[in-house]
């Protein structure tokens, strides 16, 4: 009697021609029915998370003042900022959130525009709150966008960004977040018209009108210009939230002219009194971006605006030590990891921060304070058998003015 031969009851492959032939009830499977079986399940698994990304079913979306309290973890103070950005993004991805069929009520985008100093925190807060809901999150510098035709980028190339960040995961990226840097840049030029084309201010305002408001974009997913054979990706961005920011500065003197605009009678000179002329973006309104050069259509894009307050002594000195990611924090770790105990004075903390705001160096500036100080023993300590380091006010002193404090005064 012929032996029987086994074979793959999904392909006929003989037992010979297979790698691994699996027994089951009455059946066998070989080993690469096995292999496309798996990419069948795993395709199959990926187009239903994409259905339900579409759906925005599998975003687990926190309270405003739970988004408040992650935002307290790496952000100090901008309490204001911190609250209307909460509320800004909870209504934003609730809108996302609600169900297909209830059309009776259609919430419109909470798109925001942040106004703010350099070094007060913009860019952080929108990176927290895209950390915190785990979105793809581009950052886009609105410098180098011109009308498209002109040497510079194309406004689509924000998306381009934005699908970069998502992995190309087109469902991922249509509700992300984009952060729009240095808003302030493209204002326009000048309120009289000329006859040269103002292409990287009012021009690129016009072509972002759309982009903010909601409508379907072909994005080039490597660059337009590089690339000029590539297949264009469909983008919808009505469920992207737009952020923008900018230093906007002079706009401190709008603000105060349109406060001070009516200078006659008692009641006037009575609330000028009242005024708090170190923060006067805290008192920014619409007309003043647009009276700075936003065109009226692009802030109304825009809704939400809020403010960065200047950052004072006690802020810059929280920023030291309490966030998360905290610089001392972090000089702690780079030591640790060479087995280098780190501490460091409050006296030095404070002559440290003293000598950000008298040079006017703001968050960014610590950085630079603190790698001036601990330059040398970052250089040393690695190659010494010492286990701790300790800094104090003496010691900061010695370093700041022999490798930074000598350089400012002389650019000073």
Do not use: W
């Not at 410098?143 to 980028?153: M, S």
């Not at 923060?279 to 007309?287: A, F, R, S, V």
């Not at 040079?359 to 950085?367: F, V």
């Not at 010695?398 to 000598?406: D, I, V």
């Amino acid at each position: 009697m012929a032996k029987q031969v086994l074979e793959c009851s999904f392909c006929g492959r003989k037992k010979p021609e297979t790698n691994l032939l699996i027994a089951g009830i009455n059946a066998h499977v070989c080993d690469r029915c096995i292999e496309q079986a798996h990419g069948i399940v795993l395709e199959e698994l990926k187009s239903n998370s994409t259905l339900s990304l579409k759906s925005g079913n599998d975003l687990v979306l926190k309270k405003p003042k739970e988004i408040r309290e992650f935002l307290d973890q790496y952000v100090i103070g901008q309490d204001q900022t911190k609250k209307v950005m909460s509320v800004a993004v909870y209504n934003h991805y609730k809108r996302l959130m609600q169900l297909q069929h209830e059309e009776d009520v259609e919430i419109e985008k909470s798109n925001i525009i942040m106004v703010g100093q350099t070094g007060t925190g913009k860019t952080l807060v929108a990176k927290t709150i895209a950390k915190m809901l785990e979105v793809p999150l581009a950052i886009v510098d609105a410098t180098v966008l011109t009308e498209a035709g002109y040497v510079g980028e194309d406004v689509e190339s924000i998306l381009t960004r934005l699908l970069q960040a998502a992995d190309y995961d087109l469902a991922k990226a249509e509700r992300g977040i984009v952060f729009i840097d240095e808003i302030d840049k493209i204002a326009r030029k000048s309120d009289n018209p000329s006859i040269t084309r103002d292409v990287s201010g009012e021009g690129v305002q016009q072509a972002l009108l759309k982009l903010l408001e909601g409508t379907v974009v072909n994005v080039p997913p490597k660059g337009g210009r590089k690339h000029p054979d590539q297949k264009f990706i469909e983008v919808n961005t009505k469920d992207i939230l737009f952020i923008a920011g900018g230093a906007f500065d002079g706009v401190e003197r709008i603000i105060s002219k349109r406060l001070n605009r009516q200078a006659i009678g008692y009641s006037t000179s009575k609330n000028a009194e009242g005024i708090d002329k170190n923060n006067l973006l805290q008192y920014i309104i619409p007309k003043d971006i647009k009276d700075f050069g936003l065109i009226p259509e692009i802030i109304g894009r825009l809704p939400v605006l809020t403010h960065m307050d200047p950052l004072d002594k006690a802020t810059l000195r929280a920023i030291l030590t309490e966030p998360k990611n905290a610089l001392i924090k972090q000089y702690e770790k780079l030591f640790a990891m060479d087995d280098v105990k780190f501490t460091i004075s409050n006296e030095a903390l404070d002559y440290i921060v003293d000598k950000a705001l008298e040079y006017k160096l703001g968050a960014r500036g610590l950085r630079s304070l603190c790698e001036a100080i601990l330059t040398d023993a970052m250089y040393d300590l690695p190659s010494s058998h010492e286990t701790e380091l300790h800094v104090d006010i003496d010691f900061t002193k010695e370093a700041l003015s022999k490798n930074l404090l000598k350089r400012l005064e002389i650019a000073s």
